[in-house]
């Protein structure tokens, strides 16, 4: 299994971001996908995912409204489109991949089994 994300970067406040992950190793449509960011002292915490078939998304409270995820079954691609960026947006973003999560799994972080390498995401006020 490999993830590859792409596209973090630094970005002012009320900035905007795309972030990419290309999968490879596994069927895609049977995973559940997710992005899941680390900010420094904190633990991993779910942002945005869906299960295989991609029909529901969730997403973490504190980005509702802001951030849009997608994926692309023909292309093994998941998105994180970021919007109105805040600087507590600031973190380490995280692209996973978990097989067999149940409904009431999609928002826990832990759930996941395969992460990708990472890609940093700043925000300045």
């Known amino acids: 299994v490999q993830l590859q994300a792409s596209g973090g970067g630094l970005v002012q406040a009320g900035g905007s971001l795309r972030l990419s992950c290309a999968a490879s190793g596994f069927t895609f449509d049977d995973y559940a996908m997710s992005w899941v960011r680390q900010a420094p002292g904190k633990e991993r915490e779910f942002v945005a995912g869906s299960r295989g078939s991609g029909q529901i998304t969730y997403y973490a409270d504190s980005v509702k409204g802001r951030f849009t995820f997608s994926r692309d079954n023909t292309k093994n691609t998941v998105f994180l489109q970021m919007d109105r960026l805040k600087p507590e947006d600031t973190a380490v973003y995280y692209c996973?991949?978990?097989?067999?999560?149940?409904?009431?799994?999609?928002?826990?972080?832990?759930?996941?089994?395969?992460w990708g390498q990472g890609t940093q995401v700043t925000v300045s006020s």
């Open positions: 996973a991949a978990g097989q067999g999560i149940i409904l009431s799994e999609v928002r826990r972080a832990r759930a996941y089994d395969y």
